[in-house]
């Protein structure tokens, strides 16, 4: 019998995936992942987020309908379990570091108790629940709320440190994020081998030298937050950025600036009013024609 011969690459590793001819249990793990994913969000749909307010497609239009219906657009959400395990290891990479700053009682922010369910700030790291006196073990650290209600933004820093008037953003770098976000950087570092292309990580790693531009915006906004909206100092941002290839770790200090966010306030201030008005803003990214974004909602209004 000629032996088969089967080309590899993400095509075969989805079928395999779906004919579980890999071993049951961990297509079963997949599959409970995927169907995890699958879910609704319970992403609040009421208010803007910096995220999606610091991407250069960010359409003013669609935001305005997003609010208005409080409804996610109605594009088919569409994951991997890479993506999803990306998703979650960058969960676990904030546990860990704020962990680390919390040992240290160098983190301010919210705190949930999981016993009386109240959720309450503190400076460091609380000795008990300032409402039912729980002990630490109860408390769960809830990051540092950045919200502008006359605005509808709302958002989260992953942490704050008084001593240092700043916010803390914690980051994974992986080679996803960076063929996404800066393929021209990882362009330059792609050497052949007798393996084919290859990005030489070392190299790579060591001109790493700030934080992705989307990371400096998303912190400049949420910087802006916290020194107008929230009567919290933040003159800087430090990010801890952790490189998945190798594990090994970066430090960079962003500084305060404020006429960084100026555009996206004003922008969301016009939302807010189209919606007191009742009056749609028009598409900023493709005009009368409008954009695949705010196109879904026209759709989905009929
Ligand atoms: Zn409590
Ligand atoms: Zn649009």
Redesign the pocket.
């Known amino acids: 019998m000629v032996p088969r011969v089967v080309k590899g690459g993400p095509r075969l590793t989805e079928y395999l995936n779906a004919a579980k001819a890999v071993e049951p249990l961990y297509g079963d793990v997949q599959k409970h992942v995927l169907e995890k994913a699958g879910k609704p969000s319970d992403r609040r749909q009421d208010i803007l987020h910096p995220s999606e307010m610091v991407k250069a497609d960010w359409?003013?239009?669609?935001a305005f309908h997003r609010l208005r219906l409080q409804v996610e657009p109605a594009e088919k959400r569409t994951t991997t379990f890479t993506r999803e395990n990306i998703f979650e290891e960058g969960h676990r990479t904030h546990s860990k570091w704020q962990a680390w700053l919390k040992e240290m009682g160098r983190l301010a922010g919210d705190w949930k108790c999981w016993y009386c369910g109240d959720v309450f700030w503190n400076d460091t790291t609380p000795a008990e629940c300032h409402t039912c006196g729980a002990p630490p073990s109860c408390l769960e650290y809830a990051e540092v709320p950045l919200n502008a209600d006359p605005l509808r933004i709302g958002g989260k820093a992953d942490g704050y440190s008084p001593e240092d008037n700043a916010l803390i953003e914690i980051k994974t770098l992986g080679l996803g994020s960076l063929r996404f976000e800066r393929p021209e950087f990882l362009e330059r570092y792609v050497v052949d081998t007798e393996h084919g292309r290859v990005p030489d990580l070392t190299r790579l790693w060591r001109d790493f030298r700030r934080p992705l531009p989307t990371a400096v915006r998303q912190t400049q906004l949420y910087m802006y937050l916290a020194n107008h909206f929230e009567d919290l100092p933040a003159e800087r941002t430090v990010f801890f950025y952790d490189f998945k290839p190798t594990q090994e770790t970066k430090s960079f200090t962003v500084n305060y600036d404020e006429s960084f966010s100026e555009p996206l306030i004003e922008a969301a201030a016009a939302i807010v009013d189209c919606l007191q008005a009742d009056t749609p803003p028009f598409?900023?990214?493709?005009g009368r024609a409008?954009?695949?974004?705010?196109?879904e909602f026209e759709e989905q209004k009929k």
């Open positions: 359409c003013h239009l669609a598409c900023n990214i493709n409008g954009c695949a974004v705010c196109l």
